[in-house]
């Protein structure tokens, strides 16, 4: 059973930084498209970054990163020079990697619970 658990989100000050995590269970992770959706409160759910066929968010370039751990099965985003629209809930998703990967939420049938991040000005 596929299980992902994210952590690492935490209220910091603009310009801050952190790494969420996301631990993968029930699957090896390198066989999977993986990556993080957020959704700020009110707002539409929003991609973020996309590994497999490595894509960003054009609000996220430059300041966040993905990179994964296949001996621990976990998948990270960095995240640095965060803003204040940064805030939101990040939530990993997983899909089995058939082809290609994909960027959309239709895409993915495993998401995780989720982390929150808070960026104060």
């Known amino acids: 059973q596929v299980q992902l658990v994210e952590s690492g989100g935490y209220s910091v000050q603009g310009g801050g930084s952190l790494r969420l995590s996301c631990a993968a269970s029930?699957?090896?992770?390198?066989?999977?498209?993986m990556g993080w959706f957020r959704q700020a409160p009110g707002k539409e759910r929003e991609g973020v970054a996309f590994i497999g066929a490595t894509t960003y968010a054009d609000s996220v370039k430059g300041r966040f990163t993905l990179s994964q751990d296949n001996a621990k099965n976990t998948l990270y985003l960095e995240m640095s020079n965060l803003k204040p629209e940064d805030t939101g809930t990040y939530y990993c998703v997983a899909e089995p990697r058939a082809s290609e990967c994909y960027s959309g939420s239709w895409f993915y049938n495993h998401w995780g619970q989720g982390t929150r991040v808070t960026v104060s000005s």
């Open positions: 029930g699957y090896t992770i390198s066989n999977y498209c």
